[in-house]
């Protein structure tokens, strides 16, 4: 079993930055991969970013954030970051975290349902 809980949401001006965590208990968290989805009103959720379980250079990132966004982990830490700059009002969704602990190597999921552990959700609000 993996608990994740996001947190670091809010309500930003376009053109603004937020950083979201995510905290993971439960198993060895540098032993899985680690991704962000989003899900804005009347949308399906969409994958976002991920990073494998060595971290590092080991990233992937969905063409509409490359560039702005940036996933990192602290492993001692058991936390995952997504820091957001340069947001746009169409970035605004609720934000969850996901473990994907069936997937070994340097690959990561990009789809929902390659995800295992989900996390609640925090709101990200981008005004413009």
């Known amino acids: 079993q993996v608990q994740l809980v996001e947190s670091g949401g809010g309500l930003v001006q376009a053109g603004g930055s937020l950083r979201l965590s995510c905290a993971a208990s439960?198993?060895?968290?540098?032993?899985?991969?680690m991704g962000w989805f989003r899900q804005a009103p009347g949308k399906e959720r969409e994958f976002v970013a991920a990073?494998?379980?060595?971290?590092?250079?080991?990233?992937y990132y969905a063409d509409s954030v490359k560039g702005r966004f940036t996933i990192s982990r602290d492993n001692a830490k058991n936390t995952v970051y997504l820091q957001m700059n340069s947001l746009k009002p169409e970035d605004t969704a609720v934000y969850y975290c996901?473990?994907?602990?069936?997937?070994?190597?340097?690959?990561?999921?990009?789809?929902?349902?390659?995800?295992?552990?989900w996390g609640q959700g925090t709101q990200v609000t981008v005004s413009s």
């Open positions: 990073i494998t379980w060595r971290g590092g250079p080991y990233t």
């Open positions: 439960g198993r060895t968290f540098s032993s899985y991969a």
């Open positions: 996901a473990a994907d602990i069936s997937r070994s190597g340097l690959r990561v999921g990009l789809r929902t349902t390659e995800y295992d552990y």
